[in-house]
């Protein structure tokens, strides 16, 4: 397996555009995280998904950010609309169970200017 | 919120010598995980301890588990150059509500110098 992929590895934007993030897990993990790391407030869950459901949302950190699952294989991060605050790397992640090691994608770098 | 926190925030050792990085957390956990992330790049994971574990070893990387006083360490013997990196401790909840939540520390910047 490719390992979990994710795109776009680099997005610049101007404030008030809708932004999507894309992840695919790797294929026959249940679970899928998605985290924002910034350097003031490290790496902070977002949201997480159990066999496509999102279990957790309490992350999230507005309305302005939506995530879904449409199937096992895809997962989306949006943030519509942007703004410079939401300028960080954002890393999605899988694990095959419960409690078990958990594979990062590269991350997308996201800068709104 | 974060669930753990490392101490230190930053070490700084030479190369040669042992890296002891410590994680704290709050509430009750099923195991105990430790990755590494080295600049720009995605986290990945070192070792995983289970909450009926005290001690495991992977090469020259020796974990600790203390449940009772809700506490870890990392340590790294004879560390390398290669080894300079961000370290961070994840833990993960027993909570029905938030079963498999997968939550990480603050990390540790290790700078070996050659």
């Known amino acids: 397996d490719a390992g979990v992929i994710q795109s776009p590895r680099h997005e610049v934007t101007e404030m008030g555009q809708e932004v999507t993030l894309r992840c695919k897990p790797i294929?026959?993990?249940?679970?899928l995280f998605w985290y924002r790391q910034t350097m003031m407030r490290g790496l902070e869950l977002l949201i997480y998904?159990?066999?496509?459901?999102?279990?957790?949302d309490s992350g999230m950190p507005e309305d302005r950010f939506s995530a879904k699952m449409p199937n096992a294989s895809f997962s989306t991060l949006k943030i519509q609309p942007s703004e410079p605050r939401d300028s960080a790397v954002y890393f999605c992640?899988?694990?095959?169970?419960?409690?078990?090691?958990?594979?990062f994608g590269q991350g997308t770098r996201l800068t709104v200017v | 919120s974060q669930q753990g926190e490392e101490d230190p925030q930053a070490l700084s050792i030479q190369e040669g010598e042992n890296a002891t990085m410590n994680c704290s957390y709050k509430?009750?956990?099923?195991?105990l995980q430790w990755y590494r992330q080295n600049s720009g790049r995605g986290l990945v994971h070192l070792i995983l301890?289970?909450?009926?574990?005290r001690e495991k070893h992977s090469g020259r990387l020796r974990v600790t588990l203390d449940t009772s006083k809700k506490s870890s360490s990392l340590l790294i013997t004879a560390s390398r150059a290669a080894d300079t990196a961000s370290y961070f401790c994840?833990?993960?909840?027993?909570?029905?509500?938030?079963?498999?939540?997968?939550?990480f520390g603050q990390g540790t910047i290790l700078t070996v110098h050659p």
């Open positions: 992640a899988s694990t095959l169970s419960r409690a078990t090691e958990a594979f």
């Open positions: 294929s026959g993990h249940d679970y």
């Open positions: 998904f159990n066999n496509n459901v999102p279990i957790d």
């Open positions: 509430t009750s956990i099923n195991n």
């Open positions: 301890i289970r909450s009926n574990e």
């Open positions: 994840a833990t993960d909840a027993t909570s029905g509500t938030s079963y498999g939540k997968l939550t």
